[in-house]
């Protein structure tokens, strides 16, 4: 990660940031790195008019890219309590001053919570060391519980993000056969549970639960019927025999796998430009 | 009713919560102001069950945890959310019990010291999430013994935790049931408060409402002391009123290497010198010999770490309003 210019140096870093960006904007129409794709197939998935609970890194800069481009009323979240705010320097921690700097609120985790509870939060985005073929995801441990192999920092919001958001967003930069298997070693977080209906009988909300998983090689959802992951639509350059073999689970893969455009110039440049001019994520 | 097989550290006891309150909180103002080690002296035991707010390394109570630290009193339970402070307390040998939500460092990484700690089989760990835990010290706030809510039906994370789950007596919906967390010292970092522990909070309230109200015993540690005059002027900006307070601890800089919201930035190469020596055994012992053993208060700390002058600094590169 890049170092964050402070703000008493960034008057004077004001010059070599623009000389940074003249050499971006050179690539603007070319290459484009693994992170700003990832970061636009989240923010086209993000509607106007919705509220989203938005944690550090991705779905942060893809809130802030969605916001800029095609969803100016969607609303950002940040779990400790603020809410919409500017964006212009990007946080670090979901505490941070920036996540409710010249925001409309900035009230407290538990009010947040309790709006996603009430059912505002429409979109929930998680991340995870391991993801199963519902969708249910592990950040808790890897190995025994009781005396884990790796022991990871635990739910903190994910799991109740996957329970009380409508639709949970599951970010894997790194799709691989440790990633999605068919067995998590821990369930931190509730996808599809074991499959029709299990949320509901649980106790989950109605009508809730995962909608896409979004990762360096496809984006994938889930099947109506069973509940079980499939491929919709891979990313430039991606084939479907490529994300079976680095799936840990039967994918199901339908006749008509659908194709992700790469970052267009237009996203690259609000994302270069205007979300992370910095270059602190991206 | 289904029930998780996680040790509950606190039993709710809503009754007992209410005659602590009643013989032991200071109903009328009196001057709280003290020394860290004397707040902590006074109000901290081996044994107890503590919680901090915020989060990460934003407006933690740095200076509070790091003599608690010094004071080593052992066998402790925490509220496991949050950043550095959770992690020193992690790596200082201090804990037993922990209920676990979130302890990491976000962008940062993992927590080595935690996962030394949890592959150690030496700590006992109760699952819960960031919802949970809020919601289980509103619970002790409002003076009941659980909450009912809708998060954590259905996982592990249920499975691990203390939580109990059942149907709704109105509404038959099943329900996870959070027993409330009254937290024997509550540790609250504030921008500023006056010498009762009238309290103010500039940005977000974190956690910080419910665990001052949840707490048993509460140490706030402020960046300054305002005259009463401030505070009943603008009352309904006091989110922490005296009564609820134990001591209040005077600690400029009070979080760092941490931010303070509209105070000071994130001290960033502080803070990457300590995630680098936590790396190691070693290196968090050498860490915690420099920075909170081998000084005797958080102004021997501050100026162990560039004083006024670096202070300064991370005054300028935080962002006005």
Sequence with gaps: MRKVAG??????????????????????????????????????????????????????????????????????????????????????????????????????????????????????????????????????????????????????????????????????????VQKFVEKLDFMTTAGYLDGPGARERAGLPRGSGPYRVVSNLAVLDYDEKGRRMRLHSLNPGVSVDEVRRSTGFGLIVPDNVGQNGPPTAEELRILRREVDPHRLYI | MGSGEGALFVRPDADGFREHVRRNKPHSPVDKRMSEQEAVGRFVKAGDYLATDLYGMVRAPMSLVREVIRQAPGDLSIAGQGGMDIDLLVASGLVRRIDNVYIGHEVFGLSNAYRRLAASGKVEVTEWTNAALAWRFKAAAMGIPFIPSRTMLGTDTFQKSAARSGPCPFSGQELCFLPALAPDVGLIHVHRCDKFGNAQIDGTGGLGFELSRASRRLILSTERIVPESAIRRSPERTVIPHYLVDAVVVARYGSHPGEMCYEYAMDRPRVQEYLKAMETEKGQEAYLDRYVRGVRSHKEYLELVGGARQMRKLEKDCRGR
């Design chain 1, 7 to 176: 703000n008493g140096q960034r008057a004077a870093e004001g010059a070599a940031v623009s000389s940074r960006l003249t050499a971006h904007r050179s690539r603007l129409t070319g290459d484009y790195s693994g992170t700003e794709l990832l970061i636009c197939l989240v923010a086209r998935l993000m509607e106007n008019g919705k509220m989203a609970f938005i944690g550090t890194g991705v779905p942060m800069l893809a809130a802030a890219l969605a916001k800029k481009h095609h969803a100016p009323g969607l609303l950002a979240v940040f779990e400790f309590g603020g809410t919409d705010p500017a964006l212009d320097v990007l946080p670090l921690n979901v505490g941070a001053q920036q996540t409710f700097q010249r925001g409309i609120s900035a009230v407290s985790l538990a009010e947040v919570m309790e709006a996603a509870q009430r059912g505002f939060l429409e979109y929930g985005f998680l991340g995870a060391a391991q993801i199963d073929p519902f969708g249910n995801l592990n950040t808790t441990a890897i190995g025994e519980h009781a005396r884990p192999k790796v022991r990871l920092p635990g739910s903190g919001g994910g799991c109740d993000i996957g329970a009380l958001c409508w639709k949970t967003i599951a970010l894997v930069p790194n799709h691989n």
